[in-house]
């Protein structure tokens, strides 16, 4: 009987032999977690979703037919809801496009075994992935199993970015749209500059040569404000995933939140970056902006032009000349 974890990260939690007559039962007093499991018998298998081990949950099924999921489940409305949901995409009364709508929508646990089973970890389905865990996280915030679907489909979100990032930005290429809130709270979009020339700033205040930059920023953005130029910056502030683990508790991981929030308000206001549009996920290197525009390093900058497309990448030394050219 295994649990079955994120991306194949399996765990054997009991085992068993049966009787004469092929039954065999497996029993946890003290209860399990809510989550996908399997039962596996050689090399067929049967999978059952459960949220509660209140109940006896019953499993009825030919051995030859356990691939073909041709088999019972009493006793588990999760498990009944997954496989009627699988059958249906088998027997084509679903189309792919419906079955991602099923997956969103259903228990975030059945979503999960959908996710799972039928979409595996690939980049294309980052999004339905990330929908999936963001359920999971709501309805059971204290279960492992959200924590590490939540990390997986972040990385594979960042994945896909990444693997479309190389197309999207190029010279001549409009500008990938940024959406993200500054630091009260709301959010600004990068497409609301169309019309002036932007540099599209990635930096931190953590970042020895962003911070060095900086001055020279500042002297061309106050230089060339009032003739159309504005400045986007996006901070790689905050905590990633690996960052996150230094810490053994929830409270802790958000005070050091809030500290990197502090020291990134702090950096703005010493370097006099006066401009408004100063914006941030706080994920540190798992910013999904960062991912969208394949920044693995910063400094790193963009100049967009007044049409809102990528007119140069990394104009550091030669920024005023390019700003110039392109207002």
């Known amino acids: ?140 915030p204290d279960l492992p199993l959200s924590m590490a679907y939540k990390g997986a489909a972040t990385d594979l979100q960042n994945k896909y970015l990444k693997s479309q990032a190389s197309g999207n930005v190029r010279i001549g290429a409009p500008a990938p749209e940024i959406d993200l809130p500054g630091l009260d709270g709301k959010n600004r979009k990068l497409s609301d500059l169309k019309g002036s020339v932007v540099l599209l700033d990635f930096w931190a205040s953590w970042c020895g040569p962003c911070r060095k930059a900086n001055p020279h920023v500042v002297e061309v953005y106050h230089k060339y404000k009032k003739k159309g130029f504005d400045v986007y910056s996006v901070s790689l502030d905050g905590l990633d995933s690996r960052t996150k683990k230094r810490y053994d508790s929830t409270e802790k991981i958000a005070q050091a939140m809030k500290k990197s929030e502090e020291r990134w308000e702090q950096a703005i206001k010493k370097d006099k970056l006066t401009w408004d549009n100063h914006v941030s996920d706080l994920k540190k290197w798992e910013s999904q902006a960062a991912a969208l525009y394949g920044v693995r390093s910063i400094p790193k900058t963009f100049l967009i032009d007044k049409e809102g497309n990528i007119a140069a990448i990394n104009p550091r030394s030669n920024l005023e000349d390019q700003v110039k050219k392109f207002l």
């Open 1 to 140: 009987f295994d649990k079955m974890g994120v991306d194949n990260a399996n765990e054997v939690i009991a085992s068993g032999t049966t009787d004469g007559s092929g039954n065999f039962s497996f029993n946890f007093p003290e209860g399990i977690e809510p989550g996908l499991y399997r039962v596996r018998l050689g090399v067929q298998n049967a999978e059952v979703v459960l949220e509660s081990t209140d109940t006896d949950v019953k499993i009825t099924g030919d051995l030859e037919n356990l691939k073909k999921l041709d088999y019972k489940v009493t006793g588990s409305a999760l498990t009944e809801s997954y496989l009627s949901i699988v059958g249906q995409y088998l027997d084509k009364s679903l189309d792919s496009d419906a079955l991602m709508t099923a997956t969103k929508e259903a228990n975030p646990l059945v979503g999960y075994a959908l996710g799972s089973k039928l979409f595996r970890y690939r980049p294309e389905f980052a999004s339905l992935h990330m929908q999936v865990s963001k359920n999971m996280k709501e309805q059971y």
